[in-house]
């Protein structure tokens, strides 16, 4: 039985084509797997505290792809990633310090007709690029009818337009 384990998928970093295939193709449903256990947010949101386990499943999976890890403590070790994320997400729901710690918080960037200049360069934010968001967002180049821009959590720009009263 072991043979035949070894002459699919192989040992140590000598592999053949076939075996490190054999290998990935195991590993593509480990790490689907993961990212189920892991939830939707993990591969959504794209903040800096979701994108990390993209980053670090990636990294260390593909270690018994090429052979240079072995498969069990691999794949553990990308379990305990994929829990820990899931706890601190759970975690930072209920407590607001943890979630802007783990997560960030909005910056608020424009205001009352006003660029907050300090805010922008706290986002790596030019005025060009602040501009070029309220084009993509609400197809226009001007701010008369914007009330607030931010840079959310995920670092994307939210532009709200102001709210139209009517006369009567």
């Known amino acids: ?14 592999l ?16 689907l797997a993961l990212i189920r256990i892991s ?3 993990s591969f959504s949101m794209r903040s800096a505290f979701d994108n990390i386990i993209t980053l670090l499943l990636g990294a260390v ?28 997400a759970w975690l930072s729901i209920n407590d607001h310090m943890l979630g802007r710690v783990i997560k960030g918080e909005k910056i608020l960037i424009y205001e009352n007709g006003v660029v907050n200049q300090r805010n ?21 180049e001007s701010l008369t009818d914007v009330d607030k821009i931010y840079c959310e959590r995920n670092g994307e720009v939210s532009v709200l337009k102001k709210i139209l009263t009517s006369g009567t």
């Not at 290998?23 to 790490?31: E, H, K, L, N």
């Open 61 to 88: 999976l593909s270690r018994v792809v090429y052979g240079a890890s072995a498969f069990i403590p691999t794949v553990s070790a990308c379990l305990l990633i994929v829990l820990l994320h899931r706890l601190f």
């Open 39 to 41: 939830g939707r947010r």
């Open 120 to 140: 922008l360069h706290r986002s790596l934010m030019s005025e060009k690029d602040l501009f070029e968001a309220v084009r993509l967002k609400i197809n226009t």
């Open 1 to 14: 039985m072991m043979e035949t384990v070894t002459a699919i998928f192989g040992e140590g970093t000598e």
């Open 16 to 31: 053949s084509t076939t075996q490190m295939c054999s290998r990935a193709f195991v590993i593509f449903f480990v790490a």
